[in-house]
Protein backbone atom coordinates (compact mmCIF):
# COMPACT_ATOMS: atom_id res chain seq x y z
CA UNK A 1 0.00 0.00 0.00
CA UNK A 2 2.79 2.40 1.01
CA UNK A 3 4.61 2.03 -2.53
CA UNK A 4 1.00 2.43 -4.33
CA UNK A 5 0.66 5.68 -2.13
CA UNK A 6 4.00 6.66 -3.46
CA UNK A 7 3.45 6.36 -6.94
CA UNK A 8 -0.20 7.77 -6.95
CA UNK A 9 1.05 11.07 -5.22
CA UNK A 10 3.96 11.02 -7.70
CA UNK A 11 1.13 10.82 -10.51
CA UNK A 12 -1.08 13.54 -9.41
CA UNK A 13 2.39 16.06 -8.57
CA UNK A 14 3.53 15.23 -12.05
CA UNK A 15 -0.07 15.86 -13.41
CA UNK A 16 0.05 18.98 -11.56
CA UNK A 17 3.15 20.54 -12.24
CA UNK A 18 2.42 20.15 -15.74
CA UNK A 19 0.24 22.95 -15.78
CA UNK A 20 0.70 27.04 -14.99
CA UNK A 21 -1.69 27.52 -12.63
CA UNK A 22 -1.61 27.35 -9.11
CA UNK A 23 -4.42 25.65 -8.33
CA UNK A 24 -5.35 22.90 -11.49
CA UNK A 25 -8.40 21.22 -11.86
CA UNK A 26 -8.82 17.86 -12.37
CA UNK A 27 -11.04 15.99 -14.47
CA UNK A 28 -13.60 14.09 -12.25
CA UNK A 29 -12.26 10.55 -13.43
CA UNK A 30 -9.04 10.81 -11.15
CA UNK A 31 -10.78 13.18 -8.09
CA UNK A 32 -14.52 13.68 -8.77
CA UNK A 33 -13.42 17.14 -10.67
CA UNK A 34 -12.23 18.86 -7.70
CA UNK A 35 -9.74 21.93 -7.71
CA UNK A 36 -6.50 20.40 -6.01
CA UNK A 37 -4.07 23.03 -4.87
CA UNK A 38 -0.25 21.98 -4.27
CA UNK A 39 1.36 22.87 -1.09
CA UNK A 40 5.31 22.96 -0.18
CA UNK A 41 6.19 23.93 3.81
CA UNK A 42 9.22 23.80 6.00
CA UNK A 43 7.97 25.84 8.87
CA UNK A 44 7.62 23.27 11.43
CA UNK A 45 8.65 23.48 14.93
CA UNK A 46 11.20 20.66 15.76
CA UNK A 47 12.40 19.60 19.12
CA UNK A 48 15.56 17.78 18.94
CA UNK A 49 18.46 16.60 21.33
CA UNK A 50 21.18 14.42 21.12
CA UNK A 51 21.36 11.39 22.61
CA UNK A 52 22.61 8.61 23.61
CA UNK A 53 20.67 4.95 22.74
CA UNK A 54 20.84 1.64 23.19
CA UNK A 55 24.41 -0.23 22.57
CA UNK A 56 24.77 -1.18 18.70
CA UNK A 57 24.25 -4.85 17.18
CA UNK A 58 26.82 -5.96 15.77
CA UNK A 59 26.12 -9.77 15.57
CA UNK A 60 23.21 -11.58 14.76
CA UNK A 61 23.14 -15.43 14.26
CA UNK A 62 20.39 -15.43 11.27
CA UNK A 63 22.53 -12.25 9.31
CA UNK A 64 25.36 -10.36 10.75
CA UNK A 65 25.31 -7.21 8.19
CA UNK A 66 28.76 -6.22 9.66
CA UNK A 67 31.47 -6.58 7.42
CA UNK A 68 34.29 -4.38 8.21
CA UNK A 69 35.84 -5.21 11.35
CA UNK A 70 37.12 -1.70 13.05
CA UNK A 71 39.83 -1.46 15.45
CA UNK A 72 41.76 1.02 16.67
CA UNK A 73 41.49 4.16 19.00
CA UNK A 74 40.35 7.31 18.42
CA UNK A 75 41.53 10.74 20.33
CA UNK A 76 39.46 13.25 18.97
CA UNK A 77 39.08 17.03 20.64
CA UNK A 78 35.39 17.06 20.01
CA UNK A 79 33.96 13.74 20.28
CA UNK A 80 36.87 12.52 22.91
CA UNK A 81 38.09 8.75 23.57
CA UNK A 82 36.82 6.01 20.67
CA UNK A 83 38.17 2.44 20.76
CA UNK A 84 37.12 -0.10 18.72
CA UNK A 85 38.27 -3.97 18.67
CA UNK A 86 36.38 -7.61 17.91
CA UNK A 87 36.24 -11.20 18.98
CA UNK A 88 36.50 -13.85 15.90
CA UNK A 89 36.72 -17.29 15.62
CA UNK A 90 38.13 -19.85 12.96
CA UNK A 91 37.09 -23.13 11.99
CA UNK A 92 37.65 -25.82 9.32
CA UNK A 93 37.33 -25.24 5.64
CA UNK A 94 34.15 -27.54 4.86
CA UNK A 95 35.36 -31.39 5.93
CA UNK A 96 39.38 -30.50 5.01
CA UNK A 97 40.95 -31.71 8.72
CA UNK A 98 44.65 -31.81 8.91
CA UNK A 99 46.79 -34.72 9.48
CA UNK A 100 48.57 -33.65 12.76
CA UNK A 101 49.69 -37.18 13.78
CA UNK A 102 53.25 -36.85 15.29
CA UNK A 103 52.94 -33.44 14.18
CA UNK A 104 55.38 -30.59 15.21
CA UNK A 105 54.43 -27.04 14.90
CA UNK A 106 56.60 -24.94 13.45
CA UNK A 107 55.12 -21.13 13.69
CA UNK A 108 51.38 -19.75 13.20
CA UNK A 109 49.83 -16.73 11.94
CA UNK A 110 46.50 -14.25 12.18
CA UNK A 111 46.27 -12.87 8.57
CA UNK A 112 43.62 -10.50 7.81
CA UNK A 113 42.28 -8.58 5.17
CA UNK A 114 42.39 -4.90 5.19
CA UNK A 115 39.57 -2.90 4.02
CA UNK A 116 41.66 -0.29 1.98
CA UNK A 117 38.62 2.25 1.63
CA UNK A 118 38.57 2.69 5.39
CA UNK A 119 41.53 4.52 7.37
CA UNK A 120 39.45 7.08 9.84
CA UNK A 121 41.67 9.57 11.52
CA UNK A 122 45.77 10.06 11.23
CA UNK A 123 46.81 6.96 8.86
CA UNK A 124 50.27 8.09 9.73
CA UNK A 125 50.09 7.01 12.95
CA UNK A 126 51.79 3.31 14.32
CA UNK A 127 49.60 0.78 15.60
CA UNK A 128 50.46 -1.86 17.86
CA UNK A 129 48.43 -5.07 17.29
CA UNK A 130 47.62 -7.89 20.37
CA UNK A 131 45.60 -10.79 19.92
CA UNK A 132 44.37 -12.66 22.61
CA UNK A 133 43.01 -16.07 23.27
CA UNK A 134 39.22 -15.88 23.90
CA UNK A 135 38.02 -18.18 26.45
CA UNK A 136 34.13 -17.55 26.79
CA UNK A 137 31.86 -19.80 23.95
CA UNK A 138 30.04 -17.45 22.10
CA UNK A 139 28.64 -20.00 19.40
CA UNK A 140 25.01 -20.37 21.01
CA UNK A 141 24.74 -16.56 20.96
CA UNK A 142 21.59 -15.35 18.92
CA UNK A 143 22.60 -11.67 19.49
CA UNK A 144 25.18 -9.44 20.66
CA UNK A 145 26.02 -6.21 20.88
CA UNK A 146 29.00 -3.40 20.69
CA UNK A 147 29.02 -3.39 24.62
CA UNK A 148 29.79 -7.19 25.37
CA UNK A 149 32.46 -8.31 27.30
CA UNK A 150 34.21 -11.46 27.43
CA UNK A 151 36.36 -13.53 28.57
CA UNK A 152 39.99 -13.44 27.65
CA UNK A 153 43.38 -14.75 28.74
CA UNK A 154 45.01 -11.81 30.15
CA UNK A 155 48.33 -12.15 28.32
CA UNK A 156 48.51 -11.79 24.64
CA UNK A 157 49.29 -14.48 22.33
CA UNK A 158 50.40 -12.64 19.66
CA UNK A 159 51.73 -9.02 18.74
CA UNK A 160 52.62 -7.28 15.92
CA UNK A 161 54.44 -3.68 16.82
CA UNK A 162 54.57 -0.27 14.67
CA UNK A 163 51.88 -1.28 12.02
CA UNK A 164 51.56 1.84 9.92
CA UNK A 165 48.40 1.72 7.93
CA UNK A 166 48.95 1.90 4.20
CA UNK A 167 47.29 0.59 1.00
CA UNK A 168 50.59 -0.13 -0.68
CA UNK A 169 51.96 -2.92 1.31
CA UNK A 170 52.37 -6.47 0.45
CA UNK A 171 53.73 -9.20 1.99
CA UNK A 172 55.84 -11.61 0.23
CA UNK A 173 55.79 -14.99 2.40
CA UNK A 174 57.07 -19.25 1.57
CA UNK A 175 53.65 -21.37 1.32
CA UNK A 176 54.97 -24.59 2.44
CA UNK A 177 51.32 -26.32 1.74
CA UNK A 178 51.76 -24.88 -2.04
CA UNK A 179 55.98 -25.31 -2.28
CA UNK A 180 55.92 -21.59 -3.42
CA UNK A 181 56.15 -18.17 -3.04
CA UNK A 182 53.12 -16.12 -2.47
CA UNK A 183 52.48 -12.04 -2.66
CA UNK A 184 49.52 -10.66 -0.68
CA UNK A 185 48.28 -6.99 -0.99
CA UNK A 186 46.56 -5.36 2.00
CA UNK A 187 46.99 -8.07 4.72
CA UNK A 188 48.24 -7.73 8.07
CA UNK A 189 50.39 -10.84 9.98
CA UNK A 190 50.20 -10.89 13.51
CA UNK A 191 52.52 -14.03 14.45
CA UNK A 192 50.95 -16.10 17.08
CA UNK A 193 52.96 -18.67 19.88
CA UNK A 194 54.23 -21.72 19.24
CA UNK A 195 52.71 -23.23 22.14
CA UNK A 196 49.12 -21.82 21.27
CA UNK A 197 50.06 -23.45 17.40
CA UNK A 198 51.15 -26.79 19.28
CA UNK A 199 48.17 -27.04 21.84
CA UNK A 200 46.33 -27.40 18.20
CA UNK A 201 48.70 -30.16 17.14
CA UNK A 202 48.05 -32.35 19.73
CA UNK A 203 44.18 -31.43 20.21
CA UNK A 204 42.50 -34.50 19.19
CA UNK A 205 40.74 -34.79 16.00
CA UNK A 206 37.18 -36.47 15.61
CA UNK A 207 36.47 -36.76 12.29
CA UNK A 208 32.52 -36.49 13.32
CA UNK A 209 32.50 -33.44 15.27
CA UNK A 210 35.96 -31.56 14.36
CA UNK A 211 34.32 -28.35 13.80
CA UNK A 212 32.48 -28.40 16.97
CA UNK A 213 35.11 -29.57 18.84
CA UNK A 214 37.63 -26.59 17.43
CA UNK A 215 35.40 -23.96 18.31
CA UNK A 216 34.47 -25.65 21.59
CA UNK A 217 38.02 -26.15 22.79
CA UNK A 218 39.34 -23.25 21.44
CA UNK A 219 36.66 -20.55 21.12
CA UNK A 220 38.48 -18.12 18.98
CA UNK A 221 40.64 -14.60 19.38
CA UNK A 222 40.14 -11.01 20.70
CA UNK A 223 41.88 -8.78 18.63
CA UNK A 224 42.68 -5.02 19.42
CA UNK A 225 45.06 -2.27 18.74
CA UNK A 226 46.28 0.44 20.75
CA UNK A 227 48.09 4.06 18.81
CA UNK A 228 49.72 6.70 20.45
CA UNK A 229 48.38 8.81 17.89
CA UNK A 230 44.32 8.93 16.35
CA UNK A 231 43.22 6.05 13.73
CA UNK A 232 40.89 3.46 13.57
CA UNK A 233 41.26 0.95 10.28
CA UNK A 234 39.01 -1.80 9.17
CA UNK A 235 39.73 -6.08 8.47
CA UNK A 236 37.35 -7.48 5.73
CA UNK A 237 35.93 -10.97 7.83
CA UNK A 238 32.91 -11.79 5.63
CA UNK A 239 32.93 -14.64 3.45
CA UNK A 240 34.16 -12.49 0.81
CA UNK A 241 37.19 -12.42 2.14
CA UNK A 242 39.87 -14.92 0.51
CA UNK A 243 42.73 -13.62 2.57
CA UNK A 244 41.23 -13.72 6.24
CA UNK A 245 42.78 -16.64 7.57
CA UNK A 246 44.53 -18.46 10.18
CA UNK A 247 47.66 -20.68 8.95
CA UNK A 248 49.57 -23.28 11.27
CA UNK A 249 52.71 -24.51 10.03
CA UNK A 250 53.73 -27.60 10.96
CA UNK A 251 56.25 -30.37 9.99
CA UNK A 252 54.44 -33.95 9.87
CA UNK A 253 56.63 -37.33 10.60
CA UNK A 254 57.80 -37.34 6.83
CA UNK A 255 59.56 -34.18 7.81
CA UNK A 256 58.54 -32.20 5.03
CA UNK A 257 57.25 -28.75 6.16
CA UNK A 258 53.77 -27.91 5.43
CA UNK A 259 50.74 -25.53 6.27
CA UNK A 260 47.26 -25.52 7.15
CA UNK A 261 44.69 -22.46 6.86
CA UNK A 262 41.28 -21.90 9.17
CA UNK A 263 38.79 -19.70 7.74
CA UNK A 264 37.99 -16.97 10.32
CA UNK A 265 35.13 -14.95 10.60
CA UNK A 266 31.51 -16.40 11.34
CA UNK A 267 30.82 -15.24 15.50
CA UNK A 268 32.98 -12.05 14.99
CA UNK A 269 31.22 -9.38 17.50
CA UNK A 270 32.64 -6.18 17.59
CA UNK A 271 33.40 -4.31 20.58
CA UNK A 272 32.87 -0.45 21.16
CA UNK A 273 34.07 1.95 23.85
CA UNK A 274 33.39 5.62 23.77
CA UNK A 275 34.46 7.94 27.00
CA UNK A 276 33.23 11.85 26.25
CA UNK A 277 35.17 13.06 29.45
CA UNK A 278 36.12 16.09 28.83
CA UNK A 279 33.77 17.45 26.29
CA UNK A 280 31.32 19.36 25.65
CA UNK A 281 29.07 16.31 24.70
CA UNK A 282 28.12 15.13 28.52
CA UNK A 283 25.97 18.24 29.16
CA UNK A 284 23.77 18.07 26.03
CA UNK A 285 22.98 14.65 26.45
CA UNK A 286 19.15 14.88 26.19
CA UNK A 287 18.82 18.63 26.01
CA UNK A 288 16.87 20.28 23.80
CA UNK A 289 18.74 22.44 20.87
CA UNK A 290 17.61 25.83 21.54
CA UNK A 291 18.76 29.27 19.27
CA UNK A 292 22.07 27.69 17.60
CA UNK A 293 23.01 24.94 19.43
CA UNK A 294 24.36 22.02 17.62
CA UNK A 295 23.56 18.74 17.58
CA UNK A 296 26.27 15.44 17.11
CA UNK A 297 26.00 12.19 15.45
CA UNK A 298 28.78 9.65 15.95
CA UNK A 299 29.04 6.04 14.78
CA UNK A 300 30.16 2.83 16.04
CA UNK A 301 28.48 3.12 19.55
CA UNK A 302 28.17 7.34 19.36
CA UNK A 303 25.74 9.93 20.38
CA UNK A 304 22.41 9.96 18.11
CA UNK A 305 19.92 12.76 17.46
CA UNK A 306 16.19 12.53 18.69
CA UNK A 307 13.67 14.40 16.82
CA UNK A 308 10.14 15.32 17.83
CA UNK A 309 8.12 15.97 15.01
CA UNK A 310 4.60 16.45 16.01
CA UNK A 311 4.26 19.99 14.50
CA UNK A 312 3.38 18.00 10.96
CA UNK A 313 0.06 17.04 12.18
CA UNK A 314 -1.26 20.93 12.09
CA UNK A 315 -1.18 19.72 8.19
CA UNK A 316 -3.10 16.29 8.47
CA UNK A 317 -6.84 17.44 7.38
CA UNK A 318 -7.75 16.73 4.08
CA UNK A 319 -4.64 16.23 2.34
CA UNK A 320 -2.38 13.71 0.30
CA UNK A 321 1.29 13.72 0.95
CA UNK A 322 3.18 14.02 -1.95
CA UNK A 323 6.73 14.30 -0.73
CA UNK A 324 8.38 14.51 2.78
CA UNK A 325 12.29 15.56 3.40
CA UNK A 326 14.50 16.42 6.36
CA UNK A 327 17.35 18.49 5.48
CA UNK A 328 20.22 18.61 7.86
CA UNK A 329 23.37 21.40 7.70
CA UNK A 330 27.14 20.07 8.48
CA UNK A 331 28.45 22.80 11.15
CA UNK A 332 32.17 22.14 9.40
CA UNK A 333 33.43 25.27 11.61
CA UNK A 334 33.27 23.49 14.75
CA UNK A 335 33.86 20.09 13.28
CA UNK A 336 37.37 19.77 14.14
CA UNK A 337 40.05 18.74 11.22
CA UNK A 338 37.98 17.52 8.38
CA UNK A 339 41.04 16.11 6.74
CA UNK A 340 41.40 13.78 9.82
CA UNK A 341 37.97 13.77 10.74
CA UNK A 342 36.07 14.00 7.72
CA UNK A 343 32.10 14.21 8.39
CA UNK A 344 29.72 11.21 7.95
CA UNK A 345 29.13 10.07 4.05
CA UNK A 346 25.93 8.51 5.25
CA UNK A 347 23.34 9.46 7.58
CA UNK A 348 19.45 7.42 8.31
CA UNK A 349 16.41 8.03 10.12
CA UNK A 350 15.28 5.43 12.34
CA UNK A 351 11.95 4.58 15.38
CA UNK A 352 11.97 2.39 17.60
CA UNK A 353 10.19 -1.13 17.41
CA UNK A 354 7.31 -2.50 19.64
CA UNK A 355 10.54 -3.94 22.20
CA UNK A 356 11.52 -0.04 21.94
CA UNK A 357 15.26 -1.07 19.83
CA UNK A 358 15.93 1.30 16.91
CA UNK A 359 15.01 0.35 13.37
CA UNK A 360 15.34 1.88 9.85
CA UNK A 361 12.08 3.47 9.09
CA UNK A 362 10.22 1.95 6.16
CA UNK A 363 11.66 4.16 3.52
CA UNK A 364 15.57 3.56 4.34
CA UNK A 365 14.73 -0.65 4.80
CA UNK A 366 12.86 -1.08 1.25
CA UNK A 367 15.55 1.51 -0.32
CA UNK A 368 18.76 -0.69 1.45
CA UNK A 369 17.17 -3.58 0.41
CA UNK A 370 16.51 -3.07 -2.93
CA UNK A 371 19.75 -1.27 -3.36
CA UNK A 372 18.38 2.23 -4.45
CA UNK A 373 19.42 3.99 -1.00
CA UNK A 374 21.02 6.77 -2.80
CA UNK A 375 18.09 7.37 -5.06
CA UNK A 376 14.75 6.07 -3.11
CA UNK A 377 16.49 7.72 0.39
CA UNK A 378 19.38 9.75 -0.70
CA UNK A 379 20.97 10.50 3.47
CA UNK A 380 24.35 11.19 1.54
CA UNK A 381 26.81 14.21 2.28
CA UNK A 382 26.35 16.70 -0.50
CA UNK A 383 28.37 18.95 -1.24
CA UNK A 384 27.72 22.60 -2.54
CA UNK A 385 27.70 26.03 -0.40
CA UNK A 386 27.32 24.06 3.10
CA UNK A 387 27.64 20.35 3.70
CA UNK A 388 24.22 19.56 3.87
CA UNK A 389 22.38 15.55 4.19
CA UNK A 390 19.06 15.17 2.21
CA UNK A 391 16.80 12.24 3.58
CA UNK A 392 13.51 11.24 1.95
CA UNK A 393 11.37 9.55 4.59
CA UNK A 394 7.55 10.02 2.71
CA UNK A 395 6.13 7.01 3.74
CA UNK A 396 7.14 6.91 7.33
CA UNK A 397 5.50 10.55 7.58
CA UNK A 398 2.34 9.31 6.07
CA UNK A 399 2.49 6.64 8.41
CA UNK A 400 2.57 9.39 11.10
CA UNK A 401 0.47 11.44 9.63
CA UNK A 402 -2.35 8.46 9.54
CA UNK A 403 -1.60 7.72 13.28
CA UNK A 404 -0.16 4.36 12.97
CA UNK A 405 3.74 5.78 13.60
CA UNK A 406 4.54 7.96 16.99
CA UNK A 407 6.10 11.32 16.69
CA UNK A 408 9.79 10.61 17.52
CA UNK A 409 12.13 9.64 15.11
CA UNK A 410 15.59 9.39 15.22
CA UNK A 411 19.10 10.32 13.09
CA UNK A 412 22.00 8.47 13.02
CA UNK A 413 24.92 7.55 11.02
CA UNK A 414 23.76 4.87 8.58
CA UNK A 415 25.47 0.81 9.36
CA UNK A 416 26.94 2.66 12.60
CA UNK A 417 28.73 -1.02 13.55
CA UNK A 418 30.73 -0.34 10.10
CA UNK A 419 31.17 3.63 10.35
CA UNK A 420 33.73 5.08 12.96
CA UNK A 421 32.98 8.71 11.56
CA UNK A 422 31.08 11.78 12.68
CA UNK A 423 29.57 14.52 12.50
CA UNK A 424 28.07 18.16 14.05
CA UNK A 425 25.03 19.38 12.17
CA UNK A 426 22.69 22.42 13.16
CA UNK A 427 19.66 22.26 15.30
CA UNK A 428 16.31 23.47 14.27
CA UNK A 429 16.45 26.92 15.48
CA UNK A 430 19.76 27.89 14.19
CA UNK A 431 19.84 31.43 12.56
CA UNK A 432 20.78 30.75 9.31
CA UNK A 433 21.11 27.04 8.72
CA UNK A 434 18.02 25.11 10.63
CA UNK A 435 17.43 21.63 10.41
CA UNK A 436 14.32 21.33 8.32
CA UNK A 437 11.19 18.98 7.74
CA UNK A 438 9.72 19.77 4.10
CA UNK A 439 6.51 18.43 3.12
CA UNK A 440 5.35 18.72 -0.21
CA UNK A 441 1.32 17.86 -0.35
CA UNK A 442 -2.13 17.83 -2.32
CA UNK A 443 -4.97 19.96 -0.94
CA UNK A 444 -8.23 17.69 -1.51
Known amino acids: MRLAFVFFSGLILGLIWSSCSESTPVGSGLLEDQDLEVVFEEDFDLIANTVITEPTITFTSLNNDIETHLVGQLNDPVFGLSEASFYVQFRYFNSVLPDYTNATADSAVLM ?55 TRRHFVFYEPALRDTLVVNNVVRIPLDLSFAQEIVDAPINDDTAADDLVAQFNGFYVRATTDESVIMGFNLSGTSNNSVFSLYYTPTDTTPTAFNYLVGFDR ?166 MKLKLTYTKL
Open 112 to 166: MEIDTTLFYGKSISELDFEVFRLRDNIIDLDTINSDAVFAVDPQPIGALNGYRPS
Open 269 to 434: PVRFNHDYTGTDIPDLINQQATGNDLLYLQGMNGVDIEIDISDIQKVNDNILLNHAELEVTVAVEVLGDTSLYPPSPDLGIYKRDANGLLIPVDDLEIADRTGGREILFDGGLEEGIQLTYSLNFSAHIKDVLDGDENNTIYLSVFNKGNDPTRSIVYGPQHDTFP
